[in-house]
């Protein structure tokens, strides 16, 4: 066992004597050490009964001849840092959980590990220490939150909480209404109840091999929530004694198989930050140009909240994501024989699923769109690419030409927004919230929220360098790389310059002359750094752009 570095031989007499402080018996420390890593606090709706799966994991380890160690990762909720500077630090934290755990792990050479996030950058933050580890491993969620219900009975979630918002200041909702939304949308524990960037991430756990199935599905609020976090300490020891471990499991092939249940599912565009940063920490090189290829033979099965008015525990009880991959297997759209933490290959799982709800999701014979519901568009204003998750955007908004209404701040953007000054037919621009530029790279939920709370939501676009919220909907294209901290297109848009979007042709232009923008470019300075202090600034150096994921190099 990898413990007995640090339990074994008169050598390791003062290692074992402090373990003996811990209260563990002889007995418990000749077991394997497993380490259970859980983001639980009191300021994540999403991680606020991460304790209760933590003890029922520790259980599953205990039953199954483990001793179980748990030891915390951190957690920001994205919801409650939206709009503010607290943002800057959401992204960040995915590399501070990805270190520090890799940190913990090694020091106290665990031999296998039980991962417990649940929200946006615990997910991955903690795949990507999975993958960096290697040694065995099991992610088991908190499970997303049920979905809220008005007075009036209409069911809701934080999306339409935020587009509230935009509605109030639109003069369409009062204080009475926002004050439904408010108290009503977010009825019970759980990472939020759309498909929005911590459940895409979830089932994307599910897809790749690192999760049981129900992983990504299961409401928080369940029993059965508890019970599979039972299975999940159960099956880490099975994991331990037949030395599976991450690399085995996060093969290329499972990477091109979370990326084609991400198209059918409809997932947050910020799982094209996330896989290839995870990828990246496996040995696996995943490109930006390749979600265009996967998604012209991908259907697009699901339309959860921002996309439709479904949530994700209507899609547990159709069956979860081992039923939207048993759809996608019938067109051979999935590699079926890459190995799974349930110790077995994925076939296994995918032949036991049943779709029981053909409108929750679609057979593939009659799918929402042929084409998957995320695009990568590419021009002069995004020469590396940007992101749109286009099974959210309305139809009238997939091919767009209009004047560009240009900020250097999302406070900017959402003032101009608020006081009625972005028009029908306006394309915002909001630049040097990038990875570099931000630092950290904001997620715009507040802007897009607004935008669509206001009734523009079918005739204004918005393009960032920044990102979005899982939550966002409407043609809001993010990631676009360069950024303009870096010296990127988008820092030489001027006011009134048009900018034509074409999502199914994958495009998107400037309409300015190559000459003008070489003057542009020219003439340009990059302004002083938003932040020059603490960990922001060290993180502005080291990151990376966009387009491969916003890697620390």
Partial sequence: MLSDNIKTGVERAPNRSLLYALGYTEEEIRRPLIGVVTSFNEIVPGHMNLDKIAEAVKAGVRAAGGTPVL??????????????????????????????????????????????????????????AAARINVPTILCSGGPMLAGRLKDGRRTCLSHMFEAVGAYHAGTLDEAGVRDYEENACPTCGSCSGMYTANSMNCLAEAIGMALPGNGTIPAAYSARLR?????????????????????????????NAETVDMALGCSTNTMLHLPAIAHEAGVTISLDAANAISAKTPNLCHLAPAGDTFMED???????????????????????????????????????????????????????????????????AERGCVVK?????????????????????????????????????VVVIRYEGPKGGPGMREMLNPT?????????????????????????????????????????????????????????????????????????????????????????????????????????
């Fill in 390 to 426: 286009q099974s959210a955007v309305a139809p009238a908004m997939m091919q767009h030409e209009g004047p560009a209404r240009v900020f250097d701040s999302e406070e900017e953007a959402i003032a101009a927004i608020y006081a009625k000054k972005i028009n029908p037919g306006d």
């Fill in 228 to 256: 599979l976090a039972k299975h999940a300490g159960m099956k880490i020891m099975e994991l331990v004694e037949k030395n599976i471990r991450p690399r085995d499991i996060m093969t290329e092939a499972a990477f091109h």
């Fill in 71 to 128: 030891f915390p990762a951190i957690a920001v909720c994205d919801g409650i840092a939206m709009g503010h500077i607290g943002m800057k630090y959401s992204l960040v934290t995915r590399d501070l959980i990805a270190d520090s755990t890799e940190a913990m792990a090694i020091a106290h050479q665990f031999d296998g590990l039980v991962m417990i996030p649940n929200c946006d950058k615990n997910v991955p933050g903690l795949l990507m």
């Fill in 449 to 553: 929220s607004a935008i669509c709370g206001m009734g523009l939501g079918e005739s204004v676009a918005l393009i960032t360098d920044g990102r979005f919220s899982g939550a966002t909907r409407g043609a809001s294209i993010g990631h676009v790389s360069p950024e303009a901290a870096a010296g990127g297109t988008i820092a030489f848009v001027e006011e009134g310059d048009r900018i034509r979007i074409n999502i199914p042709a994958c495009e998107i232009t400037l309409l300015v002359s190559d000459e003008e923008l070489a003057r542009r470019k020219a003439a340009w300075v990059c302004p002083e750094p938003k932040v020059k202090t603490g960990y922001l600034a060290r993180y502005a150096k080291l990151v990376s752009s966009a387009d491969e994921g916003a890697i620390l190099q």
């Fill in 315 to 381: 899609l547990d009880l159709a069956g979860g994501v081992a039923a939207v991959m048993k759809e996608l297997s019938k067109k051979n759209l999935l590699d079926l024989s890459v190995m799974t933490v349930t110790g077995k290959p994925l076939a296994e799982t995918v032949n036991a699923a049943e779709n029981r709800n053909e409108e929750i999701i679609r057979p593939v014979e009659r799918p929402y769109s042929e084409n998957g519901g995320i695009a990568v568009l590419k021009g002069n204003l």
